[in-house]
């Protein structure tokens, strides 16, 4: 069965903090994401990769970071937690494809930044 | 750039009416399109997908979608639904590769 795994279900941190959110994923996937999910607002993409190092904007890339030094881990980095960016956050992989588009999920990790 | 809406943000029924959730985008060109669930607790899992082809398109536990080219719709809909249908519902357009882009949800509560 395939599986994405989120290091952290939940977390509690302060403004100006370092978070780490880290993601791996068990299927061979080149590709990987960052989502946030927020009521009415669906998902938004923040950053993504289609192969190891590489990594691309999204849609609301400000004051995170990522990083993919293998192919299966894909951590998001929030340099300076501020409380705007209290969300739940969502890794997902998907193979390479024009097309195939199915992502797979984790099962997410809900940030609060006090 | 694309974008998705779903016209409604909530929707309540009763066990056994029927769903029709509404999704347009905002693209001219070739899309792939999807609808995901999220049930209370669990991760967001594809329900259905359209690539090209016929139109209707069949996902699991009963849904079924329809892509009208002309309108820029993909509608999501079941025929009778069931208390475990209460979940969340997104919309998504894909025009190259995998970078989707969702739409806003809809929350969707059966009452037993």
């Known amino acids: 069965d395939v599986k994405v795994t989120q290091s952290s279900r939940y977390l509690v941190k302060r403004t100006g903090e370092k978070v780490f959110l880290e993601c791996v994923q068990d299927m061979d996937h080149e590709n990987m994401f960052w989502y946030r999910q927020d009521p009415g607002l669906g998902l938004r993409l923040i950053y993504f990769?289609?192969?190891?190092?590489?990594?691309e904007k999204g849609d609301i890339p400000e004051g995170y970071s990522v990083s993919r030094e293998k192919k299966e881990r894909f951590s998001l980095i929030l340099e300076s937690a501020s409380t705007n960016q209290t969300s739940m956050y969502l890794c997902a992989s998907s193979s390479v494809g024009a097309g195939t588009g199915e992502l797979f999920f984790g099962e997410g990790s809900r940030l609060t930044v006090l | 750039a694309q974008s998705v809406s779903q016209h409604n943000h909530h929707v309540i029924l009763s066990e056994a009416a029927s769903l029709e959730l509404g999704c347009n985008y905002s693209y001219g060109g070739t899309v792939n399109l999807f609808w995901y669930v999220q049930y209370p607790g669990q991760h967001l899992q594809l329900l259905l997908k359209?690539?090209?082809?016929?139109?209707l398109v069949k996902g699991i536990k009963g849904f079924e979608a329809e892509f009208i080219k002309s309108k820029f719709s993909f509608n999501l809909r079941k025929p009778s639904v069931q208390w475990s249908d209460t979940a969340e519902y997104f919309c998504a357009v894909s025009t190259r590769g995998n970078k989707l882009t969702f739409g806003g949800g809809t929350r969707v509560l059966v009452k037993p």
């Open positions: 359209y690539f090209s082809g016929d139109p």
């Open positions: 990769s289609y192969d190891v190092k590489m990594k």
